[in-house]
């Protein structure tokens, strides 16, 4: 059976704005008897997304749920597995009524909408518009605006979604009105959600193919580099990852299932503000066994969220802090060490 226009949808967004939880709140809402297929790029190399999604399809609907992670940079540029491989062998295998994309918080929606728009990959997805979820508290705020790849993802934003609403003030709303019913060319569509709240009929607008990049360079600067091989982790002896790019350095780790952590005393250390290598933070976030119970924590750079979460298979965490900030690795891997419980 040939695979042909597959409904995709791209969701582009600065670090944390929402992005996984938009898809997680329509997947609660998807059709019973669709199959829908996620393919979700980290900017770090250990993938935390994968999980939180896997969380959302708890409501019986596993089989007809394929998520494919990308971690490690730029999806359309990880040299070792090729983003049209990586589209080819999602759809051959799940065989989706629809795919979604999420790609990392410094995607470069040009690049991406380039690969899905070429060759063989054009007959197969059929991409529609372009979903952009945006902080409304940030949108006067230069350190992001001012981004490159920010304003590219806005720019070529079919849609725009005010998300984290119930955060903002009316004074923030009010400005981010403002500004998004001034950029050129309009917008399809603008709303304000909380939770990534978002319409389902969203996911079936058409793009429109005219939105041309304002940085088409940004694309060709992407380092492209294989993904380490990380090895295996032990007990008290976790892996762990470094990744730097486009103006941030990462680190992530994965700690053996058999490790088991402490709530408290790991909400404190991973913060805010945590220890002064992390008081910067752009974005941490990380899933931790805690005994039968396993946590998700979920740091921006204003709020930090735990909830419980139904994935059970290794600890793992990823860091990510502007370029330049001083960083400890080795420091933060002997504290997360420390707070293990000691194995009986
Ligand atoms: N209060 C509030 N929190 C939100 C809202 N949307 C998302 N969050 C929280 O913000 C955090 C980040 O959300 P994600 O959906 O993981 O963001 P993301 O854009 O996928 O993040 P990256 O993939 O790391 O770039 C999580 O703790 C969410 O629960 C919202 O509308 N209101
Ligand atoms: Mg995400």
């Known amino acids: 059976m040939t695979i042909q226009n597959v409904p995709t949808t791209l969701f582009t967004g600065f670090f944390g704005v929402g992005k996984t939880t938009a ?3 329509l997947l609660a809402r998807k059709p019973a008897n669709e199959n829908w297929a996620i393919l979700v790029n980290e900017f770090g190399e250990i993938a935390v997304d994968q999980a939180v999604l896997e969380d959302g399809s708890t409501n019986g609907q596993e089989n007809r749920l394929t998520i494919r992670e990308i971690p490690g940079g730029c999806m359309c540029c990880v040299a070792n597995v090729p983003m049209r491989m990586a589209i080819t062998e999602i759809l051959r295998r799940a065989k989706p009524d629809r795919l979604l994309i999420e790609p990392t918080g410094l995607g470069h929606p040009a ?3 380039d690969e899905l728009r070429k060759d063989d990959l054009k007959d197969v997805v059929d991409v529609g518009a372009m979903i952009c979820l945006v902080d409304p ?14 304003r590219d993802q806005v720019h070529l934003a079919d849609v725009l979604i005010a998300n984290k ?5 009316e004074d923030d709303l009010a400005g981010f009105r403002d500004w998004a019913a001034a950029l050129f060319p309009p ?10 709240e978002i319409d389902g009929t969203l996911l079936d607008l058409k793009a429109n193919d005219e939105r041309l990049p304002l940085f088409p360079h940004l694309h060709d600067h992407a380092e492209t580099q294989p993904a380490p091989n990380i090895g295996t982790s032990q007990p008290g002896r976790p892996v762990r990852a470094v ?7 990462g680190c992530g780790w994965v700690f053996a299932p058999e490790d088991i952590f402490e709530q408290d005393a790991l909400v404190d250390f991973l913060g805010p503000p945590g220890p002064n290598d992390l008081k910067n933070v752009e974005r941490l976030k990380g899933v931790f066994r805690l005994g039968t119970e396993w946590i998700l924590i979920d740091r921006t750079q204003g709020e930090i969220s735990v909830t419980p979460i139904a994935y059970r298979r290794d600890s793992r965490l990823e860091i990510i802090l502007p370029e330049g900030e001083a960083v400890d690795w080795n420091g933060i891997e002997t504290k997360l060490i420390s707070l293990l419980s000691p194995r009986t």
């Open 111 to 113: 690049g991406i909408l």
């Open 23 to 25: 898809i997680r709140s």
């Open 137 to 150: 508290r940030y949108v006067g705020d230069a350190r992001i605006t001012g981004v490159d790849v920010f």
């Open 187 to 196: 917008k399809l569509v603008i709303v304000e959600a909380k939770m990534g």
């Open 165 to 169: 609403s119930d955060l903002a003030s």
């Open 243 to 249: 990744n730097a790019g486009n103006g941030y350095q």
